[in-house]
């Protein structure tokens, strides 16, 4: 196992975490603009009116994509723990 080979491991990894966060993070922002627009045009200032929109946006988005998250995760796993011989040398 070499530094490149783990150069390689770790930028898989990572871009599997942000393929994984990034829709959420997406719906997250989304609603959040909106809220913000809808506040800047109505003047209404209140705090908990931009939170909760975009913790329930979010839940739903991970109740939604929660089965394709799942199955990013495992196909990373798998890799992973199926390779371990490929690993060791």
């Known amino acids: 196992m070499d ?5 390689g ?7 599997t ?10 719906v ?14 109505t003047q209404l200032n209140e705090a908990t009116l931009n939170f ?3 913790i329930l946006a979010s839940a739903v988005a991970i ?3 929660g089965p394709w ?3 990013k995760i495992l196909n990373f796993t798998h890799q992973i723990l199926y390779n371990i011989p490929l ?3």
Do not use: D
């Open 69 to 71: 998250m799942l199955q």
């Open 9 to 15: 491991l770790g930028k898989e990894f990572f871009a």
């Open 87 to 89: 690993y060791i040398k």
């Open 63 to 65: 109740i939604i994509l």
């Open 28 to 41: 997250g922002l989304t609603v959040g603009m909106i809220v913000t627009v809808f506040q800047a045009v």
């Open 17 to 26: 975490a942000f393929l994984i966060v990034a829709p959420i993070v997406l």
């Open 52 to 54: 909760a929109p975009r």
């Open 3 to 7: 530094t490149s080979f783990v150069i």
